[in-house]
């Protein structure tokens, strides 16, 4: 359970973002090209050189990290190019490293605004893949005729260098068999020992000076550096989930920088850690219990047609995987962590519910295939046994950015509380008290949680859904409120809503990209 408490703080858009928009007509291959538009804006003493640089814009299969970003990164309309940026902002003539980036140009030059940065959360998801995956989409519609679309694989993400690598595919794969359940001060301890040999993996694999400058507080200085290198004195950006403690911490650092800023499945940053993850709880026993309502009118319920008694039916398919795992193809097995992660993945959108019903079926039936596809897709595990840096890089993030609880009490304390709020993840065996893995993270926290100072920050929009079971509505209306911000209410039960088919947010939203035209006050939007 410790383990789980900590991945599933991890707030993916997960499956990036999916845009039901037209499609793009077939347009000209782009051609290689340099590119120098910096420094624009003001530039930070001693970072002349990162905000004047040139880009070299090319093809993007070299990019490619996953398998699906193979098959996306061939697309001739869109270019790639690297940003180099301080290692350490502390020592900006010291080491530095590099940031992917991907760009679909605007389909109309005469009418171009500017560039629209994005980041679709984790953290550790990659803005590059993401970015792919909409051009194609949004390439006829008004914000691909007026917008570069642009996606960065934020620092030790992806396609950047260097990447952060923690554990390899054997030891990812071992580590997710191990569900960790035994309470007793022995499995305790067992389960603490493992922590600190993934921490120490981490640090020996990644080094700590990287480790310890890969935090927000990083990243949205990057950011920065990213705009002047893209031209544009002010930034005009979309964020996911933790895309949106990205788009706050620049408001706060950066915020006369601002053009625009759309913030959709909103972290509260003023929200302690234990706080945020007992609320995610209970958004996710809230999807859950929507998903057992569906599912119950559905002819074959994996957990029966009595809502009321779905939790106890769910308890029943899974608990045993605790002692028991079941075949799972290709020599392998299902534990009880990975069948609990593949039904959070099935929970952040309705669209995977049938798959997550089929998947609890199977799973009665003592086979564990579908979920173990689900689960692999939460976890970014490639065909070949390999994984994307998109756990590595949560785990680094998260335990740089966020206070660590290192009291064998109040961990058990939390735990207690995160199985109150979601009692479909109760493994029945009891809290624990097993500290994790920031708890022995080889370098400090550099992140903080407090109420942002916006002073100059023009006005941004929020976007928050009623249902959304990883980030709370309520974190929305706090970080509305913290940046001064327009709240944009979308009631269904789904991770993030703009750009996915929900044409009164879509319609509003880039409404106010292009023209800073914000939704009026109070403004709530339906399927």
């Known amino acids: 359970m410790t383990r789980l408490l900590t991945v599933i703080g991890a707030l993916v858009l997960l499956g990036g973002v999916v845009a039901c928009s037209p499609t793009q007509p077939d347009s000209a291959p782009l051609q290689p090209h340099t590119e120098r538009k910096g420094p624009v804006g003001p530039v930070p003493p001693g970072l002349e050189r990162y905000y004047g640089q040139t880009l070299s814009w090319g093809p993007c299969a070299d990019y490619a990290r996953t398998s699906s970003d193979q098959a996306a990164y061939q697309d001739s309309t869109i270019e790639c190019a690297r940003l180099e940026v301080p290692m350490d902002y502390a020592a900006p003539q010291g080491a530095t490293i590099t940031l992917g980036l991907l760009r679909k140009p605007a389909s109309d030059p005469s009418q171009r605004i500017g560039s629209l940065v994005m980041n679709p959360g984790g953290p550790g998801a990659s803005g590059m893949s993401t970015a792919a995956s909409l051009a194609p989409s949004i390439g006829a519609t008004e914000l691909g005729q007026r917008f570069d679309l642009v996606g960065f694989d934020p620092r030790g993400i992806g396609a950047s260098e260097p990447v952060v690598r923690c554990l390899t595919g054997q030891e990812r794969d071992a580590e997710r068999l191990d569900s960790d359940a035994d309470t007793s001060a022995a499995g305790t301890a067992e389960t603490e020992r493992e922590a600190q040999v993934h921490a ?15 935090g927000t507080r990083d990243v949205v200085k990057d950011m920065d550096v990213l705009r002047s290198a893209l031209g544009d004195e002010k930034l005009t950006y979309l964020g996911y989930s933790y895309g949106t403690r990205i788009g706050s911490e620049y408001a706060e650092d950066f915020p006369r920088n601002v053009r625009a800023m759309v913030l959709d499945g909103a972290i509260d940053p003023t929200q302690n850690a234990t706080e945020s993850l007992v609320a995610q709880g209970a958004g996710f026993q809230k999807a859950f219990n929507d998903f057992a309502a569906w599912c119950a009118q559905q002819q074959n319920c994996a957990v029966g047609a009595d809502p009321a008694k779905a939790v106890r039916a769910y308890q029943d398919l899974t ?38 019903n089929n998947a609890l079926v199977e799973l009665r039936q ?35 950015d966020d206070e660590r609880t290192t009291d064998q009490a109040a961990t058990a304390d939390a735990d207690r509380r995160y199985r109150e709020a979601a009692p479909f993840l109760d493994d029945g065996r009891g809290a624990s008290g097993a500290r994790d893995v920031c708890s022995f993270w080889p370098v400090p926290v550099t992140g903080e949680s407090a109420q942002p100072q916006v002073d100059g920050l023009p006005p941004t929009l929020v976007i928050s859904t009623t249902g959304d079971p990883a980030t709370p509505y309520q974190a929305g209306v706090e970080l509305a409120s913290a940046l001064h911000a327009r709240l944009l209410t979308y009631e269904g039960t789904q991770h993030t809503v703009f750009l996915q088919g929900v044409s009164c947010v879509d319609d509003a939203t880039t409404r106010y990209l292009v023209d800073l035209q914000l939704p009026a006050e109070g403004t709530r939007c339906t399927k």
Request: aromatic content about 8%.
């Open 366 to 400: 003592g086979r564990g295939n579908v979920l173990m596809a689900l689960a692999d897709s939460y976890y970014g595990r490639n065909p070949d046994g390999t994984y994307a840096s998109t756990m590595d890089a949560f785990d680094a993030v998260h335990c740089v």
């Open 319 to 356: 608990r045993p995987l605790v002692d028991e795992p079941v075949a799972a193809g290709a020599g392998r097995e299902l534990s009880y962590s990975d069948a609990t992660m593949a039904t959070i993945q099935a929970l952040y959108t309705p669209s995977l519910w049938e798959q997550l």
């Open 200 to 214: 120490s993996r981490c640090g020996e694999r990644t080094g700590n000076e990287m480790l310890s400058n890969v």
